[in-house]
């Protein structure tokens, strides 16, 4: 498949005057490109992304929109450029979109805006995430499922709302406990069960075969292990699957293979069903594994590649979490000390926090203003309080980092006590000061210590736990 991407960047995309006569960089909040397939969106932006937390999230906007209408005028037919120009013309932007389960949903939000040397407690838990990685991360991984998409232009996906299945009744409990998971994504993603007149049929195949080569004697315990991500229980299961290319043929046990099929019977023979959408998922498993298990974890991601895969020959997935104290001050990265803006009724400027204050200590860590300092000293505390992690909660971030990890409950009273130790100018663990690692008296609360002038000030605040936890096929 063809498609011109149209990336718009998160990077800054237009500014407006601030009050304070500061800029604000501002963004869209999502990316997209001009589709070219006529069976989604043909000549119409489709949302490749969002911004994660951003007013249009909050709005609702989801991946694989497709963008109707911009400010009411059709988004169909124009060049980038245009489409580029017509979202730039006001700070909200109106949007028509559509999307399986709904058609023409009309959504409204502003960009999503922050002073340009400022610095807010959202980007500071990623830059300070090791503080509490049980409460900040980003992991990705990938499946090797192949996608096809019937090319067909009478093919159109907004077309087909509803679903049953074309299984032979012989076929047994296997198929009809894959037919349940398929109904339960389905669903969710905004089909109908309907075994009247459906749209579409699904037909289901899956098969193991015995790896000939297979070398029990090697050491199956030193070989990389696979994490997926069960949408059910929200958890990360080890699996006995092995998608790496350090594996070798002989190591793998036995080869599974699932295959599901999108059928349009208006279209179909008796001799040849004409399938409009396929996923197929080839996998090596270390040992032998129960189709029913396999599918709990699978069958939805298989299915989120419906109707529009963002990739073909393999599926990508990612989850995000973050959760922190949210006071609403906003520091300036060139001098944290320094309080750049406060969020209007937010907690800091409901307890009296103001714009341009100096920051002496925040719960009772002196406040270092030099952003280097800062992150040498962050640095040394992630490599000093590894001891202190439990290796068996290892994981690889995002970013291919593969050394994150959890801390050990045993060890919280040691990690509180290293928080606090001067050397590592831990201020910015007080995002955290929920969580008993941090702060064993449980008291949730942020205590600034300020100048005003030649006034010192010490305000209590009351901040806000905000929480985002994000899955997603991209």
């Known amino acids: 498949m063809k498609r011109i991407l149209f990336l718009m960047s998160l990077l800054c995309i237009s500014f407006f005057s601030f009050s304070q006569n500061e800029a604000k960089t501002c963004r869209l909040g999502f990316n997209y490109f001009i589709s070219q397939d006529h069976y989604w969106g043909l000549g119409k932006p489709v949302v490749t992304s969002v911004y994660i937390n951003s007013p249009a999230e909050k709005a609702g906007l989801k991946i694989n929109d497709i963008i109707e209408r911009i400010g009411g005028l059709p988004a169909e037919g124009y060049s980038a450029d245009t489409i580029f120009a017509m979202l730039q013309e006001d700070r909200y932007i109106k949007l028509t979109v559509s999307k399986l389960g709904y058609r023409n949903k009309e959504l409204t939000f502003s960009k999503d805006c922050d002073l340009m040397d400022a610095m807010n407690e959202k980007q500071l838990i990623s830059a300070f995430a090791f503080y509490s990685l049980e409460d900040v991360q980003e992991r990705a991984f990938a499946c090797p499922f192949k996608t096809t998409v019937n090319q067909d232009e009478k093919i159109d996906f907004l077309n087909y709302k509803t679903f049953c299945f074309d299984d032979d009744p012989l076929q047994g409990d296997s198929v ?135 990739t073909f020959e393999r599926a990508r997935f990612r989850y995000f979490k973050e959760k922190y104290n949210y006071t609403g001050v906003n520091y300036d990265m060139n001098n944290f000390q320094k309080i750049i803006y406060v969020d209007p009724v ?19 860590l002196k406040m270092v203003g030099n952003p280097k300092k800062l992150s040498s000293s962050y640095r040394l505390f992630i490599e000093d309080t590894k001891p202190l992690r439990n290796e068996k909660t290892k994981y690889t971030d995002i970013n291919g980092y593969d050394k994150c990890m959890f801390w050990d409950v045993f060890s919280y009273p040691k990690i509180e006590e290293a928080l606090k130790n001067p050397e590592y100018n831990a201020v910015f663990s007080y995002l955290f000061n929920f969580r ?39």
């Open 176 to 310: 009809s406990y894959l037919n349940a998971q398929i109904i339960k994504s389905l669903e969710k993603r905004g089909l109908t069960y309907n075994s009247e007149n459906p749209d579409l049929y699904i037909s289901t195949s899956y098969s193991f075969r015995k790896n000939k080569d297979y070398d029990p004697s090697e050491n199956k315990d030193k070989l990389p292990k696979e994490q997926r991500y069960n949408v059910y229980t929200k958890t990360f299961e080890e699996l006995p699957v092995y998608y790496n290319p350090l594996i070798h043929e002989r190591n793998v046990e036995q080869f599974l293979t699932l295959t599901i099929n999108f059928i349009d019977p208006k279209y179909s023979t008796k001799e040849e069903p004409y399938v409009v959408w396929q996923c197929t998922a080839d996998e090596s498993l270390a040992n032998s594994c129960p189709v029913k298990n396999y599918a709990d974890i699978h069958i939805p991601l298989m299915l989120m590649q419906y109707p529009y895969p963002q």
């Open 346 to 364: 937010s907690p800091a400027a409901q307890a009296g926090i103001e714009t341009g204050d100096m920051i002496q200590k925040i719960n009772d």
């Open 436 to 474: 008993p690692y941090v702060n064993m008296l449980s008291t949730n609360h942020v205590s600034f210590n300020l100048k005003r002038g030649k006034e010192l000030l010490d305000i209590q605040v009351e901040p806000i736990i905000t929480e985002c936890e994000l899955f997603e096929n991209y």
